[in-house]
């Protein structure tokens, strides 16, 4: 049974950058088997998808709203997943989920294996 803990949530002011950290614990596999998934879900909206990392660690995806601006990474050896998030907007607030889908690269709200309680970044104009 997976278990995903975020970490590196926060309050900044609009234009500034946050890293958010997403460590995996009790799992049989290696998190190299696991395509890792940014979202989040902002008071009043459906959760949605930020960036997708895929197994291999080559393919990414982003949100159309984040690009140019996150950059999602992983290290399987330390079983961390990361989004580094610059110039950020008031309209990135939102609680951050880091999630994780087993053996495949789809990455889909609804396809992901498991998922971390969030964490919250709030973005100042």
């Known amino acids: 049974q997976l278990q995903l803990m975020e970490s590196g949530g926060g309050s900044v002011q609009s234009g500034g950058s946050l890293r958010l950290s997403c460590k995996a614990s009790?799992?049989?596999?290696?998190?190299?088997?696991?395509?890792i998934g940014w979202f989040r879900q902002a008071p009043g909206k459906e959760r949605e998808g930020v960036s997708c990392?895929?197994?291999?660690?080559?393919?990414?995806t982003y949100g159309d709203s984040v690009k140019g601006r996150f950059t999602i990474s992983r290290d399987d050896a330390k079983n961390m997943a990361y989004l580094q998030m610059n110039n950020l907007r008031s309209e990135d607030t939102a609680v951050y989920y880091c999630?994780?889908?087993?053996?495949?690269?789809?990455?889909?709200?609804?396809?992901?294996?498991?998922w971390g309680e969030g964490t919250q970044v709030t973005v100042s104009p």
């Open positions: 990392i895929s197994t291999n660690g080559i393919d990414t």
């Open positions: 999630a994780a889908e087993q053996n495949s690269d789809l990455c889909t709200i609804d396809g992901m294996d498991y």
């Open positions: 009790a799992f049989e596999l290696g998190l190299k088997y696991y395509a």
